[in-house]
């Protein structure tokens, strides 16, 4: 009986910074590098092309580097303007 007792008294807190998994499918991911404005990574010394018109800033790129700031490619990786790797923050974990 002391298990279950410790079982009832176990709680999960919610936490606003949680990690919610996409709602984009991978496959429907764009293939590139991309910033959060929707500019398109082009050649490796910094040419690039911007969204058409009144595209900017579509939903999907959400998460992404702002303008000016760095790229990222579908895989999550993220590259500054010099096209250094910007290493992952360590994953936290949602239960305390």
Not at 54 to 74: A, H, I, Q, S, T
Request: glycine letters at 10%; charged letters at 30%; a positive charge.
């Amino acid at each position: 009986r002391p298990a279950a007792e410790a079982l009832r008294s176990r709680s999960v807190r919610w936490n606003e910074a949680l990690i919610c998994p996409s709602p984009i499918w991978p496959s429907q991911r764009r293939k590139g590098w991309f910033n959060r404005r929707g500019d398109q990574l082009w050649t490796n010394g910094g040419a690039f092309r911007s969204p058409p018109g009144g595209e900017e800033y579509p939903l999907d790129l959400d998460g992404y580097p702002d303008f000016g700031e760095g790229w990222m490619n579908e895989e999550g990786t993220r590259i500054d303007m010099a096209h250094r790797l910007i290493p992952k923050a360590p994953l936290r974990s949602a239960l305390k």
